[in-house]
């Protein structure tokens, strides 16, 4: 990457590297300097917490593949090697807004998915490390979980009552809206079976969840969510704490980004 910079004419760069427990710290150094484009190497979870870093002090970020999923890092550059989308971004930068949402004082820009499928975040990430002994203890205690997680929301303009989850999915990632449009996708997820709750999990809440009969979707800017105990939720794939009740807004100007120019 360094080299890239390089030959970009770009001088003196800092980095960081690190494991992504490491990187919040990095990203509170580099949100203390004068930072005018932070590039990101990292999954979709890094991203976000460097978007959160890069959001007040208006620099512009260049998230690059880097982890599992990368699914902000392809809906922007499409499916290339960092390397490429990095050189291309530097030959002929061009400035994009993105949209995305806000709960708890943190950003997200992919989703945020409250409820029975944010449990199974933990165990799939052992089966990712290879860790089959901690997975299945960690899998046996979110099967245990999953029924006791009725959350309640309240969506604006789109009704109200309980189920197992609740997803807010960002305009820039819903393949049913347009990267203009001024609204969060929410889905209402209620299912009959254990199975069907791990198989949305599984399939990230963004595959064939959406043939399933039992999502209602809707737009909304704002979701207001409770439990009677800590609610399980994830932001991009990240596991975060909420409390037991949380406000849910979108954000029509969430982050800056650097793209090639078309």
């Known amino acids: 990457m360094l080299s890239i910079l390089k030959r970009a004419g770009i001088v003196e760069p800092k980095a960081w590297c690190g494991e992504a427990k490491e990187m919040e710290r990095s990203f509170a150094e580099a949100a203390g300097q004068k930072l005018e484009v932070l590039i990101v190497l990292g999954g979709d979870g ?9 959001a007040e002090k208006e ?8 982890g599992t999923m990368n699914m902000l890092p392809r809906t922007l550059y499409g499916n290339v090697p960092w390397e490429e989308a990095l050189k291309k971004t530097l030959t ?8 995305g949402g806000r709960v ?6 992919i989703a945020a998915i409250v409820g029975a499928p944010a449990l199974w975040t933990q165990p799939r990430e ?4 290879g860790n089959i002994a901690d997975a299945i203890k960690k899998g046996s205690v979110a099967f245990q979980r999953m029924f006791e997680t009725k959350v309640q929301y309240l969506i604006s303009g789109g009704g109200k009552g309980e189920t197992e989850a609740v997803a807010l999915i960002c305009p820039l990632i819903s393949k049913e809206m347009s990267d203009s449009e001024q609204a969060l996708e929410a889905a209402v997820i209620d299912v009959e079976s254990a199975a069907e709750v791990i198989g949305l999990a599984t399939t990230a809440a963004f595959g064939k969840w959406r043939d399933d009969r039992n999502i209602l979707l809707t737009k909304t800017k704002r979701v207001n969510v409770q439990l009677s105990k800590e609610i399980p939720a994830t932001l991009d794939g990240e596991k975060v ?6 406000e849910i807004d979108f954000v029509s100007r969430a982050l800056t980004v650097l793209v090639p120019r078309k």
């Open 46 to 54: 890094t991203i976000r917490t460097a978007a959160e870093a890069c």
């Open 59 to 66: 620099s512009y970020l260049i998230p690059l593949p880097g």
């Open 92 to 99: 002929a930068p061009s400035a994009k807004v993105l949209s």
């Open 104 to 109: 708890a004082n943190k950003r997200f820009l």
């Open 126 to 129: 052992s089966m990712r490390e």
């Open 241 to 246: 704490n909420l409390g037991r009740s949380a």
